[in-house]
């Protein structure tokens, strides 16, 4: 199978959606001719015209409440936010207004819009646009919330957003705009709150979301050859969650350390943690480990800033101990 | 307690003062926050305050001197006769004949924002030599560059810790610049500085306070059990032992260290049915000690015998049995007798009732200590402690809680201390 970059993906989904529905339009700063400061979206402007790919005025505000009341009107607008850190300046937006029309106008509004932006830090740009902010969104209900973690994932699952009905924002992690993996040529849609398990094991369960299934990944690799046989599961969208694969992997291993790159307290991490407590407890055989990022505005140094995210050593540390029924908080 | 008084680090890269003038005379009185001395860097002239109230003494550095950061050159002392003159210099131990020089280290400078550690092109100074501080020192090559380092200091090149060739991590040390010619100039490889270092040998640590006496560490009970009877599993091993019928307080019996897991309950289903093994373990019984400094044994003894009580042992077994047990046995090296306790201590008589608790009464022996673990019953032991007594209560965590161990050795100590009194 060919293989292209997350960033190749994430043109080719939004393309073929623009062509295959008139309805379909991009909208957000840069997007046109520059294409974002990623280059993701190069090459549309010159396809679809300057009608269809919107560059606005720096105002998130402005634009993405433009484009909630397009969605609410018939159009079905992707927008693009820079830098998912810029999430704070929407929130009205997106939770107040998109989240919450179809419940309060007795299901006849619509709101078909999908906000892509990124997430991820080490990529040295500091505090204010390092940030791994999907936590923040999907504790509102009525917004859907995508992870990809591959080329694959974020083509498939881009796809399935646009066609979705409701609100979605997609968080593509920046530093894997360039990672490459298989992408079929034809056409395939990833149904959302369907888990991927990435790799089947025994001993442990790895739930990791985007660039932290990596992570999680190198970690099984390592342990693998101790001898530790660690599963690896993607939830691809944490709104909706696949509980069931999730459930159905703690209960066969007892053992879980769920792995995402937001802040580690009221995190994503936290609620997945929580459901297994929950729905698995008889069934957990050490306590289920949260790993996010540490609770600091992310460091612009370097040094620093790469010991504040989850790292395949620290997960494969901890799943040792888990393991070997080391207590890693006194009893 | 006299109060050192050192040579102040001002600034970053500082590491000497002058000493431009003292403020106070030796003896002076000295009250927390006066100035105390003026001192020179290469920046600034600062006064320095009196970081405690006393008197100056044992002055050792003069006006004048270039003190190195951190050395002791005055005292502040509660007397103004205290004249043990400071230590000239900080105790550093003695250097061994091969140890380096003491002075300015030179260390692998980070030259990438990605590098880790530097390759040793060569050096470019002799060893021994002079250097300024704009004098290239060495060559160093990372992934991206080569590149020569300056000294960055005036001084002697009096040791070398890298060779050519030699890959150093960021941070490291590679020389050592003297103020002084070196007599004997070192070079060594990176490997024998790592060597070295791990071997040094530790600073000397401040002398602990001799607050209390050292007591042996004990060593950490691993298994933690909980009052209560509360142990430690992981829900799936409870559920499981549930399913099956598996009894986890066999495992903490048998001594077997918590938390539970699955795994655990392999070794508790090798265990055979019915028979718990021996519960010896340090890990599974309490030890408790008493102190009674001057027992008045004698005195009740004799009180005993006027009530017509002429056996000591049941005279002993009534004064610490009563109220806790009904059979209480009194062993001594060579023999063993098992007492009835009733509520009058002419009443207290030989039995072959199994004892509920022992008392073995070793005041006669050289035997300092015991730790011999949880038996079948409780044992209460005797020891002679210069004219007193240490008692020593072994129980297994089943036998006696932890709240009824410690009234049980409360207060057979008390009756120990006073024992007329308990029967009055």
Redesign the interface.
């Known amino acids: 199978m060919r293989e292209i970059t997350l960033s190749q993906a994430v043109n080719e989904a939004i393309a073929e959606e623009m062509r295959r529905d008139p309805t379909v339009f991009l909208m957000g700063e840069d997007v046109a001719e520059a294409g974002t400061p990623f280059k993701v979206l190069s090459g549309l402007v010159e396809e679809f015209g300057t009608d269809r790919v919107l560059d606005t005025p720096i105002s998130e505000p402005g634009f993405v409440g433009m484009a909630v009341g397009a969605a609410m009107t018939g159009a079905r607008p992707i927008v693009d936010l820079m830098f998912g850190d810029f999430i704070y300046l929407v929130m009205d937006q997106l939770c107040n207004q998109a989240a919450k029309q179809h419940y309060m106008s007795g299901g006849k509004l619509t709101v078909p819009m999908v906000l892509r932006t990124n997430m991820g830090a080490t990529r040295r740009s500091a505090a204010q646009h390092s940030q791994s902010l999907q936590a923040l969104v999907a504790h509102i209900p009525g917004v859907k919330v995508a992870m990809p973690s591959s080329a694959y994932e974020a083509k498939g699952l881009m796809k399935t957003a646009i066609r979705d009905n409701n609100p979605v924002v997609i968080f593509e992690d920046k530093l894997m705009y360039q990672d490459k993996a298989p992408v079929p040529e034809e056409e395939y849609l990833i149904p959302f709150g369907e888990a991927n398990v990435k790799r089947e094991g025994s001993d442990i369960t790895f739930i990791a979301t985007s660039s932290m299934v990596q992570v999680a990944e190198k970690a099984a690799e390592t342990l693998a050859a101790e001898g530790i046989s660690a599963e690896v599961i993607d939830p691809r969208t944490i709104v909706p969650l696949d509980e069931a694969t999730l459930l159905a992997s703690v209960k066969k291993t007892s053992r879980a350390i769920v792995i995402d790159e937001g802040h580690q307290s009221y995190g994503v991490t936290a609620e997945i943690a929580s459901r297994l407590n929950e729905k698995a407890f008889y069934h957990l055989d050490a306590p289920v480990l949260r790993m996010g990022a540490m609770d600091v505005p992310v460091p612009f140094s370097p040094a620093l800033e790469d010991i504040t995210v989850p790292t395949p050593e620290g997960v494969a540390a901890n799943a040792r101990k888990l393991c070997a029924g080391e207590m890693i908080y006194a009893a | 307690m006299p109060h050192d008084v050192t040579m102040p680090q001002l600034g970053m890269a500082q590491d000497a003062g002058k000493i431009v003038a003292w403020l106070k005379a030796p003896g002076d009185a000295v009250a927390k926050g006066d100035a105390l001395f003026e001192v020179e860097t290469d920046k600034a002239t600062m006064e320095v305050e009196a970081q405690a109230a006393g008197y100056l003494t044992g002055v050792v550095a003069s006006e004048g001197d270039d003190v190195p950061v951190g050395q002791v050159i005055a005292r502040i002392s509660e007397t103004a006769k205290d004249d043990t003159p400071a230590p000239a210099t900080p105790p550093t131990p003695e250097p061994a004949s091969d140890a380096l020089p003491e002075g300015k280290q030179i260390t692998m400078p980070q030259l990438g924002?990605?590098q880790d550690s530097g390759q040793m092109v060569g050096w470019l100074v002799e060893l021994g030599a002079q250097v300024g501080p704009d004098d290239l020192l060495f060559e160093v090559e990372t992934d991206k560059a080569t590149m020569e380092v300056p000294a960055g200091a005036r001084g002697y090149l009096a040791a070398t810790l890298a060779q050519a060739g030699e890959d150093v991590a960021v941070g490291a040390p590679v020389a050592i610049l003297t103020a002084e010619a070196p007599a004997n100039p070192v070079a060594r490889s990176a490997d024998d500085a790592a060597k070295a270092q791990a071997l040094a040998p530790a600073q000397p640590e401040p002398e602990a306070a001799p607050a209390k006496p050292a007591e042996a560490p004990k060593p950490a009970p691993k298994a933690?059990l909980?009052e209560g009877g509360r142990i430690?599993a992981?829900?799936?091993?409870?559920?499981l032992a549930l399913e099956q019928g598996l009894d986890l307080s066999r495992l903490v019996k048998a001594g077997h260290p918590?938390?539970y897991?699955?795994?655990?309950l392999e070794v508790l289903r090798a265990m055979p049915e019915g028979q718990t093994p021996s519960t010896g373990t340090a890990q599974a019984s309490r030890r408790l000690t008493a102190r009674v400094k001057r027992p008045e044994l004698e005195a009740f003894l004799n009180w005993a015998q006027g009530q017509g009580v002429d056996d000591t042992d049941a005279a002993l077994a009534g004064l610490l049995g009563q109220g806790h047990v009904q059979t209480l046995a009194i062993e001594r090296i060579g023999h063993a007798r098992s007492f009835a306790i009733l509520r009058r201590l002419s009443q207290v008589a030989v039995t072959e009732d199994m004892p509920e608790l022992i008392l073995r009464d070793l005041r006669g022996s050289f035997v300092q200590n015991v730790e011999l673990g949880a038996e079948d019953i409780p044992v209460l032991t005797l020891l002679p402690k210069g004219k007193g007594l240490t008692l020593v209560l072994e129980c297994a965590p089943e036998q006696l809680s932890a709240e009824a161990a410690i009234a049980l050795l409360n207060t057979v100590a008390g009756r120990l201390e006073q024992p007329l009194r308990h029967l009055l």
Do not use: F
């Open positions: 924002m990605a933690l909980a430690l992981s829900p799936k091993a409870r559920r918590q938390p897991h699955v795994s655990d």
